[in-house]
């Protein structure tokens, strides 16, 4: 079993940052790849970023590459998003989650989920 407990959403102008935190506990933690995923208001979970088990290889998705960064201290159990030049189109529910098997980019392949953060960025 892994626990996951996102934090650091918040209401941020457009244009600003933000740097979402999630906490895993789980003596494995090292071993997992992670990833970000979204969800607004009426649509569909989608997926942001994700992290290998050693930082080495990071995927993005379309719509944030250049603005965010995912990052992981394994000695913390911890990973990151630093979301930069938000936009209004960002704002959701902010989930972080460990992969089990399958495609990156589908949330069903990921096993365990947190609860989520929101972050809301006004025009």
């Known amino acids: 079993q892994v626990q996951l407990v996102e934090s650091g959403g918040g209401l941020v102008q457009a244009g600003g940052s933000l740097r979402l935190s999630c906490a895993a506990s789980?003596?494995?933690?090292?071993?997992?790849?992670m990833g970000w995923f979204r969800q607004a208001p009426g649509k569909e979970r989608e997926f942001v970023a994700a992290?290998?088990?050693?930082?080495?290889?990071?995927n993005y998705a379309d719509s944030v590459k250049g603005r965010f960064t995912v990052s992981r201290d394994n000695a913390k159990n911890t990973v990151y998003l630093d979301m930069n030049s938000l936009k209004p189109e960002d704002t959701a529910v902010y989930y972080c989650?460990?992969?089990?098997?399958?495609?990156?980019?589908?949330?069903?392949?990921?096993?365990?989920w947190g609860q989520g953060t929101q972050v809301t960025v006004s025009s």
């Open positions: 789980g003596r494995t933690f090292s071993t997992y790849t």
């Open positions: 992290i290998s088990w050693s930082g080495g290889s990071r």
């Open positions: 989650a460990v992969r089990g098997g399958g495609p990156l980019k589908q949330s069903p392949t990921y096993d365990y």
